[in-house]
């Protein structure tokens, strides 16, 4: 009935895949576009996802994807994740399945955070399913890093968050801190033109290869995979630049040395573990599958703490009987 396999299959009267980077179901759902949730191939046929993630997706595969927003037995929800992102609400034979994809309950800057719904079964991301894992509250994050920013007017910034979705927000927080010059890396600023082609976001900063050079005072914006990259570090060193890292796994202090970053924020487009157990009791489902991240540890907590079946998927394995 449900599997991991490539991305999550729900084998119902009909075969519905969810974020596969190659499987092709009867329908094909891709909740956000981040590259490990896209099928890879051009030649899938339609998929069911939202406008945003669809061009987004377009934009990063360099394929023309077709899609729906919606079709027979599937609603898509808003799952505050990134721009576009989606979880989908599967209706079969009177019972619903609930598949979260990536998802923060978090309002967040221009983001509204997911707001749950009743679901017989939950197949949710435990990307940070561990108590180790509870993030400070939104609005003073955000207020932190304004006045961090602010304050930091004596020498160059090289702000580092992924490319799509956590550096769009570090944009927006620079901005409200500064009239210092915001500068994106290539790839930050293709995802800041096409989230303005769908969406009423504008961001002010400069692609870098329109920029002769960095200047003494300039907010770089740069995405994660870069942090040890020797180009980038050199530029930085000569400029005397401060290394900022952003990500929920700043709450372990090793993602600072592992990134060279002289500050770190806990800044996350994810559900903390709190508010990952908040939205299963607002779902109330018979059974929780989890997945990503802590999902042992996640789903032994539901069961041992609040009583739920709940079940990690493990690759190739099915429901109830198999577990």
């Known amino acids: 009935m449900l599997r991991l396999k490539d991305g999550i299959h729900f084998d119902l009267s009909r075969t519905i895949v969810a974020d596969a980077r190659g499987a092709v179901g009867d329908v094909?759902?891709?909740?956000?576009?981040?590259?490990?949730?896209?099928?890879?191939?051009?030649?899938?046929?339609?998929?069911?996802?939202?406008?945003?993630?669809?061009?987004?997706?377009?934009?990063?595969?360099?394929?023309?994807?077709?899609?729906v927003e919606e079709t027979d037995g599937i609603l898509l929800l808003p799952a505050g994740h990134i721009v576009g992102s989606r979880a989908a609400l599967i209706e079969e034979d009177g019972r619903r399945f609930l598949y979260t994809g990536d998802v923060s309950t978090r309002d967040r800057l221009s983001l509204r955070g997911f707001e749950p719904v009743p679901a017989d079964e939950l197949v949710v991301e435990t990307t940070y399913g561990h108590p180790d894992y509870r993030f400070p509250d939104q609005r003073e994050l955000e207020g932190r890093i304004v006045d961090w920013i602010a304050d930091a007017e004596d020498r160059p910034l090289f702000l580092f968050g992924y490319s799509l979705g956590r550096a769009q927000e570090i944009q927006a927080l620079a901005e409200r801190a500064t009239n210092r010059r915001l500068v994106a890396h290539g790839a930050v600023a293709k995802m800041n033109r096409v989230i303005e082609s769908v969406s009423d976001r504008r961001f002010?900063?400069?692609?870098?290869?329109?920029?002769?050079?960095?200047a003494p005072d300039d907010v770089f914006v740069v995405p994660t995979h870069l942090a040890r990259n020797g180009w980038v570090n050199r530029l930085a060193d000569r400029l005397g630049a401060a290394k900022v890292g952003f990500s929920g796994w700043a709450v372990d202090e090793s993602f600072?040395?592992?990134?060279?970053?002289?500050?770190?924020?806990?800044?996350?487009?994810?559900?903390?573990?709190?508010?990952?157990?908040?939205?299963?009791?607002?779902?109330?489902?018979?059974?929780?599958?989890?997945?990503?991240?802590?999902?042992?540890?996640?789903?032994s907590h539901l069961a041992t703490e609040h009583g739920y079946e709940a079940y990690p998927l493990r690759r190739n394995q099915r429901t109830l009987g198999e577990f």
């Not at 406008?51 to 023309?64: E, I, K």
């Not at 994810?270 to 997945?291: I, S």
Request: glycine share 8%.
């Open 28 to 67: 094909n759902v891709v909740s956000h576009a981040h590259a490990d949730h896209l099928l890879e191939r051009a030649s899938t046929g339609t998929v069911v996802c939202s406008a945003a993630t669809a061009a987004l997706a377009g934009a990063r595969t360099g394929a023309d994807v077709e899609f």
């Open 256 to 299: 600072r040395y592992r990134g060279g970053y002289d500050e770190t924020f806990v800044l996350s487009d994810h559900c903390d573990f709190d508010e990952l157990v908040d939205l299963v009791g607002a779902v109330d489902p018979e059974r929780v599958y989890t997945h990503h991240g802590f999902d042992e540890t996640f789903a």
């Open 204 to 214: 002010s900063a400069v692609p870098y290869a329109e920029v002769d050079e960095l």
